[in-house]
């Protein structure tokens, strides 16, 4: 019996404080743009990480006769703002992944994992085609990586060739 | 008879988020009682849980306008109860105390009935021992009768691991039962 007027009570309870309290619906605009924004977040976050990625390949594509300062080069002189762009994008990319359906519905380690697969291969094409490079040159992270991709800085610290910055660099192999 | 009462959740939905925000009583009066229920069955609180499922219709209300009509409504407020219901338990992470009483409704005889409550506190004794991971989907299948696939939409696993801790719940349930 208590129950029972416990049921009648939350009805009566919830109806009072929508009114008392004047809660209000949410717009449809507002889950429109919920979505929108979520998808072009998806998106955004998907192209940044692929296109972080590609510039990590190229660097280490281009990383120079000098194998044994590789490393002392990658610590002091290497854009760690870049693999952390990766992180961040790769992060709010599973983030939002979380709020379709499918991920649910589906295995989320799986998804989550074709996510970063997809995000890797992605970043190798980009660098691949050349892309990377071009965008490197002319687009608007040219003022950010720039100067340390194509002064001679960074990875080409053990590039003795002098070629660095003349058009597309080909990987160096031990002979 | 009024308006709505005919209607299905999602029309009713409909009706509440076009014509009137009243109707919404209805859609309200017909799931306290088993949100309740299902609430009592995780949290083992009445007032908890009672607390959990008017904050839960509230926030259903809000959102009202971002549910999608082309799926089950009844599966969406059970999610919200339930992740509400998650909140609350981490909200007070303390030891959860035991129901006082049994709620599993019998229209059967009076010998029935004795037999059906005998079995049901058995049940519910086992079940208060049951983590609220385990519990939550025994208590959806059995007690609200709800499908695998429904589940699923409410905890948000793939149906898979529906099954999986069904299958565990039922081993844990029956070594506890065993254990009384």
Sequence with gaps: ?175 | MSTGDTQTDETLVEMVCTQDQELYALLVGRYQSKLLRYARGILRDEQKAEDVVQEAFIKAFINLRGFDTKKKFSSWLYRIVHNEAMNSIKKYRQEIPLLETADFPSEENIEDNFIQKELSTTVTTCLKALPALYAAPLTLYYAEEKSYDEISDILQIPIGTVGTRMNRAKRLMKQLCQKK
């Design chain 1, 1 to 175: 019996m208590s129950k029972e007027i416990n049921d009648i009570d939350i009805t009566s309870k919830v109806m009072t404080q929508i009114h008392t309290e004047h809660i209000q619906m949410k717009p449809k605009i507002y889950f429109f743009l919920g979505s929108l924004a979520a998808f072009f977040g998806l998106v955004l976050a998907m192209v940044t990480s692929a296109f972080c990625i590609s510039i990590i390949y190229f660097s280490l594509r281009t990383g120079g006769r000098m194998l044994e300062y590789k490393l002392e080069t990658l610590y002091a002189l290497f854009n760690w703002w870049i693999p952390l762009i990766a992180i961040v994008g790769l992060t709010v990319g599973v983030l939002l992944l979380r709020r379709y359906e499918f991920s649910y519905k589906k295995n989320f380690s799986l998804v989550i994992f074709s996510f970063i697969l997809a995000v890797l291969v992605t970043g190798y094409v980009l660098d691949q085609t050349g892309l990377t490079e071009t965008l490197s040159q002319k687009g608007p992270f040219h003022e950010l990586m720039g100067p340390r991709l194509h002064d001679g800085a960074g990875f080409r610290a053990g590039d003795q060739s002098g070629s660095v910055g003349k058009g597309r660099q080909q990987p160096y192999r031990l002979e």
